[in-house]
């Protein structure tokens, strides 16, 4: 299980507070309800921003009760991705906001990180996949509210 640190605005604020200790989960299992989780060594993975690559530490943790472990990854990277949660953002602005091509879009953000057009398209498939989704939900939501109401 990955928790989701959101208290940083960016990866050398990051790391920074990492640095000085501060990068801590809530003590509380989320599998048992158990207080006493305790910390579990520490993985590196990247973390690619538009400008750069940055080896980044994770703190695992394992609760003592049950034996789970998790990590807490902080908020600007997703789980098994290694582009900045900013730097998707960016690329999606620019494909749905602006209507630039996905090479072209891959040409601006992915000048020195490597995120190729294939990346970024399929930033874009997930973004429509996830927006069709939400929809879906919504408009399901909207018919248990009002029933016998169109909201297609
Ligand atoms: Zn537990």
Redesign the pocket.
Known sequence: MINLFDLVKGVKQYLALFQQGKVDADRT??????HK?HRHGVYYRWATTIADHYRIPIQRYR??????TFSLLPNFIAPWQRFHTGLREKALRLRFEDGLSWREIARRVGKRNEASWVNVQLWGRRAIALLALLSEILLRELSRWRPGMDAT
Request: charged share 10%; aromatic share 0%.
């Open positions: 299992c989320q599998h048992c309800g158990c989780i609760c003592p009760s049950c034996g789970k």
